[in-house]
C-alpha cells in the first residue's frame, strides 16, 4: 500500500508559478514511476508529467518547458514547478503512484487532488 498526499495548489495569476508536491507513505525507490495527471471539468483526465525511478522524464506537449519533475527520495516525495501558468492549466491535479504488489505485478495508487486555479 501507498497512501500519497498532494499539496502546494491554489489560485495564482496568469504567468504565475506554483509547486506542487506529493509525499508517499513509504520508500519510493522501489516505486516503478511516480508523476502527475489533471482533470479540467469536463475533460478526461490527462497525464502531465511522469518521473521514472532511475529519473527519466516525460511531459505532456502543453506543459513542455514550463513545468520541471523532480524527486527527492530521501523525503519520498515528487515535485512539480509549474511557470508560466495559463488559464488552461487550471485544474484538479492528481499525482500516482506505480508501485510493485508482487513480483511481476504493479498497481497504481492516487492521490486526493489538489486544485490549481489559473486567473486574473
Known amino acids: 500500500q501507498v497512501q500519497l498526499v498532494e499539496s502546494g495548489g491554489g489560485l495564482v495569476q496568469p504567468g504565475g508559478s506554483l509547486r506542487l508536491s506529493c509525499a508517499a507513505s513509504?520508500?519510493?525507490?522501489?516505486?516503478?514511476?511516480m508523476g502527475w495527471y489533471r482533470q479540467a471539468p469536463g475533460k478526461q483526465r490527462e497525464l502531465v508529467a511522469r518521473?521514472?525511478?532511475?529519473?527519466?522524464?516525460e511531459y505532456a506537449d502543453s506543459v513542455k518547458d514550463r513545468f520541471t519533475i523532480s524527486r527527492d527520495n530521501a523525503k519520498n516525495t515528487v515535485y512539480v514547478q509549474m511557470n508560466s501558468l495559463k488559464p488552461e492549466d487550471t485544474a484538479v491535479y492528481y499525482c500516482y503512484a506505480n508501485a510493485p504488489i508482487r513480483v511481476g505485478v504493479t498497481t497504481r495508487y492516487w492521490g486526493q487532488g489538489t486544485q490549481v486555479t489559473v486567473s486574473s
Open positions: 518521473i521514472t525511478s532511475g529519473g527519466s522524464t
Open positions: 513509504r520508500s519510493i525507490l522501489s516505486i516503478n514511476h
